[in-house]
Structure formats: C-alpha cells, structure tokens
C-alpha cells in the first residue's frame, strides 16, 4: 500500500510536466539545503577525529574500489538527466554546466554525510548500519532539548526519493514515447505507474536482496548507463558531425 500510495503522487507529478517538478524542486530546495545543513552543524559536537585514524591503513586500493561506488551512487545515477529534451529548457547552452555543477553538489553532500558517520559511529557501526545517517540523526542531542532528529533524514529522504524517482519514471515514460512513437506521453504514464509499483516488490523483496543488488548489480548497471551510453552517444555524434563536415 505504501508503494501504490508513493507512486501515485509520482504519477501525478510526471502527468503534470517537467516544468512543474522543476517548480516544486526549486520550492522544496532551500528547506533541503536547510535541513541538511543543520544536520551537519548538530552532528558537529559529536565528532571524535580518531574515528578516521590511521589514514589509508589499507592502503589505496581500498579506497578506490569504493571511489567507484561512491560515483555510482552520487554522478552515474545523473543519466536521467540526459532523456530531457533540450525542447524543455529555456536555455539548453547553461543545461551541460548545471548538469556538472548539480552532480558536483550531490557529491559533495554525499560526502559530508558519510564522512560525519565516520568521525561521530566510527568506521566498524558506519559499516554495518544499513542507514548510518539515520543512526548519526538520532546521536544528536542538544542541551538535552533537541534530541533524536532523526525526522531530519526522513525528510531530507522524502524530498530527494521522491524527485529522483519522478526523474527517473519521467525518463522511462519519454523512452517508451519515443519507441513507440506514441502521440502522447500521458497514454502510457498510469500503466508504467501500475508496473512500477509491481516491480518494485520483485527488485526489492527484502532488505537483504537490496544489499546485494546495490553493490553486486548496481554498480556495473550504473557504469554502462552512465559513463559507457554516453560516451559511445558522444563518439558516435562525434563522428557524424566529423562526416557531415567532410561530405559538405
């Protein structure tokens, strides 16, 4: 029911337009911004800088195995981003530095939020938790007056879920447009709503599953959908350009 429920508001939110989530992100992101930055700024008096010592005892490969999780997490997942047709944008020549700039930030705030669950759990219950965050939220305690704010996360969650998967139910609604080459977007929208909320108990049946899927599967899904497409789709648009200038 929870499915069903969350997905209707993801249904109506693709029905209405692009332009329209893009409103109601633009509204809802300074309270993001708000929120997480009082996360961070409580978490503060929590920190203990031996958590992260000794640096690099494992050495650096370790590190980077996990640099291209990170990535997978915070700057492939973007691919969505690139079945918006430049149609949609008032000024399509600023889309390629906000696309950076966005992935930047989304980085950046991933970053903070690991590296605080590193200096205030430590490295062993970071790793273990399912939801560090969510554990680091309720080790705030402010004069025994602000406590367990774990509500932070669960809205910050909200508002991030919910606009990262109209992003990406948006894409899939445009994707079958094209393939079918349907006259109207909206004739498929309910009907992938319906599978979506179906086949999200089929991708997820249990926690354990979801482990496994983010760092088995997800990881190689994520580098082919958004670092190799776009490569080839550049090379290859590369290309035509190259020989359309060589035939003119």
């Not at 929870?2 to 989530?21: D, H, P, S």
């Not at 992100?25 to 000794?54: D, G, K, T």
Request: charged letters at 10%; aromatic letters at 12%.
């Amino acid at each position: 029911m929870l499915n069903i429920i969350f997905m209707l508001v993801v249904v109506m939110g693709v029905r209405l337009g692009i332009e329209t989530l893009a409103r109601a992100a633009e509204v809802m992101f300074p309270w993001f911004i708000l929120l997480f930055l009082a996360l961070a700024v409580f978490s503060l008096p929590l920190i203990r800088i031996e958590n992260i010592q000794p640096v690099m005892e494992a050495g650096a490969k370790p590190i980077l195995r996990a640099s291209i999780t990170f990535l997978s997490f915070s700057f492939f997942s973007l691919f969505s981003f690139l079945m918006l047709p430049a149609s949609y944008m008032n000024h399509p020549k600023k889309a390629e530095k906000a696309f950076y700039s966005g992935g930047v930030t989304s980085g950046l705030m991933l970053f903070i939020i690991v590296g605080l669950a590193i200096l205030v759990l430590g490295p062993d219950i970071t790793a273990i938790k399912i939801y560090p965050s969510y554990t680091l939220a309720r080790k705030i305690s402010i004069g025994h007056f602000l406590q367990r704010m774990e509500a932070l996360i669960a809205i910050i969650w909200l508002f991030s879920l919910y606009f990262k998967l109209c992003l990406y139910f948006h894409a899939t609604v445009h994707g079958v447009y094209r393939i079918l080459k349907l006259r109207d977007t909206r004739a498929v929208i309910v009907p992938l709503g319906i599978l979506v909320a179906l086949y999200s108990l089929v991708v997820f049946p249990s926690t354990t599953y979801q482990q496994t899927f983010d760092t088995k599967i997800w990881i190689p899904c994520s580098i082919l959908l958004g670092l190799v497409y776009p490569l080839v789709l550049l090379g290859v648009s590369r290309l035509r350009k190259a020989g359309g200038s060589e035939g003119s």
